[in-house]
């Protein structure tokens, strides 16, 4: 089975059902497979509408439209007028975005939402729960009240069902069961012991997806999206390492659940468990990045965090939710994160973040080394992993000086401040500083989301080309020893950034005086 080299999602209403004005044409359902057409990506997963109600002409599951006349969201409206014209046109928006990654080699993996804590009555609530309301849920207070409870037989039996549809009737090149539309699947108190439950009702998915497979004379692979964290995972009765380990799975996604996004290494169970069961495992990264350039991550970011992944063991990246319609900077993600190994020897930013969570409560990523405080007499260090093969690039002639740049919070110019980078001391004098008195920082944080770092400040940057020699592959170490802090300076400062610039010979254009690149010669 062919391990795809980057996924991409798209929700099936985002990027493409509510952007339709009514009436709908073919074309315009099967966009999301047109748009990503002649790209590296070679897996599109397309989410099956809400979480219990769908944009498929479904025969066992609510249908957007059904039981529902008058419609007070003007997106949901358009969305139940995609499906009514589709309709018309004999057929849906599945069944057009499975056919055209046919005519053009891209496969299409369904996603179903295993999970739902819409309540009984509203427009996203499924038939199953409509019928039989609190019986099947959860019933914990908050959230999970009205959420799927997998220890009813019932309700195991109704994911199976659409799940059968889409590979009977639908013929679909695999699917991915998404776990992370809720964030539990049993009552808190049955959670341990229906884990076994859950692990036995992937094998029957697998015997399903098997069943049909053979039926169609080809294999379907089985696609599962969960948490990064292991313990995430166990404490909603989800054992991916067994599902790996039985063959119940074929591909495991990892969803990093932080706010930003960082270049430096990932948990490792997750493509080691991969790896031990002939499976491949990949990576969802947060889509926002704290700093002063860009918003989301650019593409040299993207490079780092790549070779991060290649090097632990991912099989590649899962992205999606990109900035629509797709410009040119999202075409060149989309064209270079399928191939790392083309990549190698191209300028890369490793950088650090901050750590996240309200500013005056415990840090939901305790892990992270950012902001770090100056004290006098103390030394700060941190640690910032490279994964470039840059004893190959030294050898070859063909590696630059790397960049080393710090950013610092509030630096006082008066403090006795010392850099050292793997030992060796930078000295001031080596430094291009720059400093900026009101700065903003890119990153837009949604409802809900905090990190613990400013969203502006006073900075200043200390920018270093460092030796050949000082860079290393792994983890390399930066020490910030303050010697001595002006006393009549009562504000706090900070180290607040830390990135490494890795650059090589490349195949670029040349720079020119005084204008970014020189055109190229003939015409």
Not at 29 to 34: I, M, N, S, Y
Not at 145 to 173: G, N, P
Not at 334 to 351: D, G, N, S, T
Not at 412 to 432: K, P, Q, Y
């Amino acid at each position: 089975m062919d391990e795809p080299r980057l996924i991409y999602y798209n929700d099936g209403h985002h990027f493409n059902a509510k952007r339709i004005e009514p009436p709908a044409s073919i074309h315009m359902l099967q966009w999301p497979v047109d748009e990503v057409a002649g790209t590296g990506v070679d897996l599109l997963v397309l989410g099956l509408g809400y979480g219990d109600v769908y944009f498929h002409d479904s025969k066992v599951g609510r249908v957007v439209g059904q039981q529902k006349e008058v419609w007070e969201s003007y997106i949901d409206w358009r969305i139940m007028r995609m499906v009514e014209e589709a309709r018309k046109l004999g057929t849906d928006q599945v069944h057009e975005v499975i056919k055209r990654g046919k005519e053009l080699g891209i496969r299409v993996f369904p996603s179903l939402k295993l999970q739902d804590v819409a309540p009984p009555g509203g427009e996203r609530c499924g038939l199953l729960k409509g019928e039989r309301g609190a019986e099947v849920c959860i019933g914990t207070e908050g959230r999970n009240e009205w959420a799927y409870d997998f220890a009813h037989q019932s309700v195991r039996e109704d994911k199976l069902a659409v799940l059968r549809e889409i590979l009977v009737d639908y013929e679909a090149d695999g699917i991915e069961l998404d776990f992370l539309f809720g964030n539990a699947y049993f009552k808190p108190e049955q959670v341990s012991g229906h884990t076994g439950l859950m692990t036995e009702y992937m094998a029957h998915i697998r015997s399903l997806a098997r069943e049909v497979g053979e039926s169609q004379n080809r294999e379907i692979p089985i696609m599962a999206r969960i948490c990064l964290e292991r313990d995430q995972n166990l404490s909603m009765g989800l054992d991916v390492e067994a599902w790996l380990a039985d063959g119940s799975i074929d591909f495991a996604v990892g969803q990093d659940e932080r706010v930003l996004t960082d270049t430096q290494p990932k948990p490792e169970w997750l493509p080691r468990a991969a790896k031990a069961a002939g499976g491949a495992a990949y990576y969802r990264s947060p889509r926002r990045v704290y700093d002063e350039r860009v918003g989301t991550p650019s593409i040299e970011m993207y490079r780092a965090l790549r070779q991060t992944l290649d090097r632990q063991g991912y099989s590649g990246l899962y992205h999606g939710y990109m900035r629509w319609p797709l410009s040119e900077v999202e075409y060149q993600f989309l064209r270079e994160m399928a191939f790392p190994e083309v990549h190698r020897r191209r300028p890369k930013r490793y950088y650090l973040q901050p750590r996240e969570g309200a500013a005056d409560e415990e840090s939901t990523t305790p892990d992270r080394q950012l902001p770090a405080e100056l004290k006098e007499g103390e030394t700060i260090r941190l640690s910032i992993s490279v994964a470039d093969d840059l004893e190959g690039a030294r050898q070859d002639g063909e590696l630059r000086k790397p960049i080393l740049t710090v950013r610092f919070s509030f630096f006082c110019i008066d403090d006795e401040v010392e850099l050292r980078f793997n030992g060796r001391v930078l000295s001031w004098e080596e430094a291009e500083v720059t400093d900026e008195r009101a700065l903003t920082m890119k990153v837009v944080l949604a409802g809900g989301m905090s990190v613990q770092a400013p969203p502006g400040m006073s900075a200043h940057w200390f920018r270093y080309k460092l030796e050949l020699d000082d860079l290393k592959p792994g983890e390399n170490l930066l020490e910030v020893e303050c010697r001595r802090m002006d006393e009549r300076a009562g504000f706090t400062r900070s180290v607040n950034g830390v990135e490494v610039l890795t650059r090589f010979r490349d195949m670029e254009r040349p720079e020119g005086m005084g204008i970014e690149r020189v055109a190229p010669a003939g015409g």
